[in-house]
């Protein structure tokens, strides 16, 4: 049968599971888990990096004397848990399947026990001085404050990939551009051709790695994305002015609308691949 509902918080990566509630928050933002799937990843969080068997979620689930297709009901929670997470079966960063043995959950996890009754916590509170209660008090509000701030909606991951892999596309075709119809105007004034130049060579392999990696869904792209930003906004700013060199042909108000775009443009990249990369 089903244990007794403790009174814990389990925390990993962006996420929290409070286990009173049934809830599951990321960026401190509820999001919308059934029960079952929410059971499935308390037994996970309960023992990381353990095996936990198919047969005590049943027990755990549905109890000993339920009769159901209890292997279905297990397939679907995971399947949800992992949609939600944002994890895959082939590469997991969360639930990792064991074939013929169960699940594994593999990220940290942190667990707080928040049961402590009204006595306990006023006495903890009064054994503490007030400075520096003050202090934990606004450490803590900022802290939820920033967490607020930063929290980003729960989208479907295609949806945003496909837009990232637009945006490398778009810059791929630009690139092109530049080097066919604007360096042929530009031998004479060596300053700009070069830097057209030098700086197409290093972006045109960095935009083909992020279309890639998009395309094929590495779950790497997080990490390296931020590694790479700097670079990223570097080159992104750079071509942004790329317009202006056209502006003979496309009037001055059409290229500093574009050059507008472009300005905004990595830092929309950068907000895509958290909403589907987020680093854990």
Known sequence: MPEEIGDRTFRFGVFEAHQAAAELRKHGVRV??????????????????????????????????????????????????????????????????????GYRFLAPVQAQNSSATSAETGADTASIAPAELLANF???????????????????????????????????????????????????????????IVSAVVAIPLRLYLLTAAAFDFRGLGENFRKIWAAVLFFDLLWALSPFLLVNGIGFGLAFGACAALLYLPFSQRTLVRMAYERQ
């Open 32 to 101: 919308k888990l059934h029960s079952q799937p929410f059971q499935v990843l308390l037994m996970l969080l309960e023992r990381p990096a353990a095996i936990v068997t198919r047969e005590e979620m049943r027990q755990r689930l549905w109890g000993s004397e339920t009769f159901v297709d209890f292997d279905h009901g297990v397939n679907t929670a995971i399947n949800k848990l992992r949609d939600l997470l944002g994890d895959t079966a082939g590469n997991p960063r969360f639930v990792e399947t064991l074939p013929k043995r």
């Open 138 to 196: 606004g450490a803590a509000s900022i802290e939820q404050t920033a967490v607020e701030a930063h929290a980003l909606p729960h989208v479907n991951r295609t949806l945003v990939r496909t837009l990232f892999v637009l945006a490398q596309a778009m810059y791929l075709c630009i690139y092109v551009l530049a080097l066919w119809k604007v360096t042929a105007g530009l031998v004479g004034n060596w300053g700009v051709f070069i830097a057209i």
